[in-house]
């Protein structure tokens, strides 16, 4: 049997893509492999969101071109934003590559390898004629959960992003569609769902005026499916969350009390330059509003230090925001000027060290306030869907309360088992804590 290793860089957007090139390749009679060495075919699903993705992918492409030389029959496969990015010049960048295809040509893949890289072309791109990833075969993870995509590109213009000009304008799946495979998942045993888009909940915007609907209505009809314990979504932009969202998250039962809500700065001067579409108080009153509604809501949230033009003055408003919020959990980016994007142009680009430096402050209150938020957990009893043994000590569990935070905890229980976790000690990162029961659903 052939065999197949797929290395997978960047979002979950790319996790749930390379689950698809997965479940593809396996239909076309493949086994997956533990490493690139004992690969027939080698495939890269690539990121290009930041400098360190494309380096990191340069040092994995060195290695790749060498394995070629040793073994020429060997298929070196490029796939995902990278390629995209790069596609007028991928074959001379990286001449190992036998085929390349952008995030929304995977199914490409199957189709070169099934004629033998023979009358088919080398590599396929574009951002106007692509095929939802969510149309082919998966192989899932985790059985008990599962990425379910929605949507596909964005129509934002945010001044530092690539993802635009990698997975173009935004596509959503019909709600039929994203049913249908729902109800399927919960079926084969999938409890824990993530609904996917790059603004995910912009989700129904573009089925107009065949379709009128929105996120909030496709978060209701998940929840009505029997057997979907735990519905996320991710990633979210601040501008679409409407009323039928925040209501839809408050009144749903398998709604997860967790929301990623990207802040990127604190400071509305910074937000306009990024062309965020919001102000530091609009997103303040939203957060209060998702707080108020949402009982035991936990927010997570991105940001990004050293924006082209920052000022002292500016990271201020920024670790203001972040102290008046109090986020559960936040990923904090330095900034990194991206090619072909408007904010890589600016003046005022922010020296490296300075970066870092204000970089250090905004990790230092990140973590404190998420520690003290999840030493307010200890002494609760939480729900913990179990994962499986801990990472770094088997002899204990580990698993996620509804909230998206990390437990790790001693126990009997098998994964994908949902159990009563009572929280004794929490970092800011995890919780700890001793089982208590099984969950009945
Ligand atoms: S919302 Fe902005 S940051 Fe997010 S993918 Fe779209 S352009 Fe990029």
Not at 98 to 112: M, R, T
Not at 116 to 126: I, K, L, Y
Request: charged share 30%; hydrophobic share 40%; aromatic share 6%.
């Amino acid at each position: 049997m052939r065999r197949y290793h797929v290395t997978t860089f960047g979002c979950q957007m790319n996790a749930h893509d390379s689950e698809r090139i997965k479940g593809m390749l396996e239909e076309l009679g493949l086994g997956e492999a533990a490493s690139p060495d004992d690969a027939d075919v080698v495939v890269f699903n690539t990121c290009t969101i930041r400098e360190k993705p494309d380096q990191k992918l340069a040092a994995y492409m060195g290695e790749a071109a060498a394995r070629k030389r040793e073994d020429p029959d060997r298929v070196i496969a490029l796939g995902g934003c990278f390629a995209e990015a790069q596609r007028e010049r991928i074959f001379e960048l990286y001449p190992a590559v036998d085929v390349a295809f952008g995030p929304g040509s995977i199914a490409h893949l199957g189709d070169w390898l099934g004629a033998g890289g023979v009358g088919v072309a080398r590599g396929r791109f574009g951002l106007d004629d692509r095929d939802f990833a969510a149309e082919l075969p998966t192989r899932n993870e985790r059985s008990f959960q599962a990425w379910v995509q929605v949507s596909m590109g964005c129509n934002s213009k945010c001044s530092y992003c690539i993802v635009p000009a990698v997975r173009g304008r935004e596509q959503s799946r019909r709600p039929g569609e994203i049913l249908a495979e729902v109800q399927r998942l919960a079926d084969s045993g999938v409890r824990e769902l993530t609904l996917l888009g790059q603004n995910v909940n912009s989700w129904g915007r573009d089925l107009l005026p065949d379709i009128r609907t929105e996120f909030g209505e496709l978060l209701r009809a998940c929840d009505r499916v029997d057997g979907i314990d735990r519905i996320r979504f991710t990633s979210p932009h601040p501008k679409d969350f409407r009323d039928p969202v925040i209501e839809a998250i408050a009144e749903c039962a398998a709604v997860c009390e967790h929301v990623h809500l990207p802040l990127q700065s604190g400071s509305s001067r910074l937000l306009k330059a990024m062309r965020r579409t919001y102000t530091r108080e609009r997103y303040i009153e939203l957060a209060e509003k998702m707080r108020a509604a949402i009982p035991d809501l936990a927010l997570g949230t991105d940001i990004i230090v050293g924006f082209p033009g920052e000022t002292e003055q500016d990271f201020l408003e920024t670790l203001e925001v972040v102290e008046h919020v109090g986020y559960d959990s936040a990923f904090t980016f330095v900034y990194s000027p991206r090619n072909g994007t408007e904010a890589a142009a600016l003046p005022n680009q922010v020296p490296h060290e300075l970066k870092i430096e204000r970089m250090e402050r905004l990790v230092e209150l990140v973590q404190r306030i998420a520690r003290e938020r999840n030493e307010a957990r200890v002494g609760r009893s939480e729900e913990v869907l179990v994962e499986g043994p801990s990472r770094t000590d088997a002899s204990v569990l580990r698993g996620r309360t509804r909230r998206n935070t990390a437990v790790n905890f001693t126990g009997e229980a098998l994964a994908g088992e949902l159990v009563e976790v009572r929280i004794e000690a929490a970092t800011s990162m995890t919780l700890r804590g001793s089982q208590r029961a099984l969950v009945a659903v």
